[in-house]
C-alpha cells in the first residue's frame, strides 16, 4: 500500500485549504483511511479518519465542525481533508494513513493504521 499526500502550503489565519491523499496498490475489502498531524516537539495527532463502506467518519476534538474528511466521488482511494477555518495551531505536517480491518472502520489512534504516506506542511501565519 503506497500513500501520497500534497496540498499543504502557507494560509493565514481564517482561511482554508485542502489537502489530498492519493493510495494506491490497496487490495484490502475494508480498510480505513485517515489524516493525522504532528506539530513540532509534538505528538502525532489524529485529525480525521473514513471508512471505507457505509462511511463512518470520525474527528480529532480540535478540528470538529472546521475540517472535513471526504472521499473522491469517481475514486474510492483518493481522500480529500477540507480545512476551514485554520488557525495557527493546526500548523503541522499532515499524514494520510491507511488501516487495515476485517470491517468497515478506521481509527483516529496513530498505532492503529498500518501505512503511512509522506507529510505535507501545512502553516497557518499571517
Known amino acids: 500500500v503506497q500513500l501520497q499526500a500534497f496540498g499543504g502550503g502557507l494560509v493565514q489565519p481564517g482561511g482554508s485549504l485542502r489537502l489530498s491523499c492519493a493510495v494506491s496498490k490497496l487490495t484490502l475489502n475494508y480498510y480505513g483511511l485517515g489524516w493525522f498531524r504532528q506539530a513540532p516537539g509534538k505528538e502525532r495527532e489524529g485529525v480525521a479518519c473514513?471508512?471505507?463502506?457505509?462511511?463512518?467518519?470520525?474527528y480529532g476534538d480540535s478540528v470538529k465542525g472546521r475540517f472535513t474528511i471526504s472521499r473522491d466521488n469517481f475514486n474510492d482511494t483518493v481522500v480529500y481533508l477540507q480545512m476551514d477555518n485554520l488557525k495557527p495551531e493546526d500548523t503541522a505536517v499532515y499524514y494520510c494513513?491507511?488501516?487495515?480491518?476485517?470491517?468497515?472502520?478506521?481509527?483516529?489512534?496513530?498505532?492503529?493504521?498500518?501505512?503511512w504516506g509522506q507529510g505535507t506542511q501545512v502553516t497557518v501565519s499571517s
Open positions: 473514513i471508512s471505507s463502506h457505509e462511511p463512518d467518519l470520525y
Open positions: 494513513a491507511a488501516r487495515r480491518t476485517i470491517l468497515s472502520d478506521c481509527s483516529i489512534t496513530a498505532k492503529d493504521n498500518n501505512y
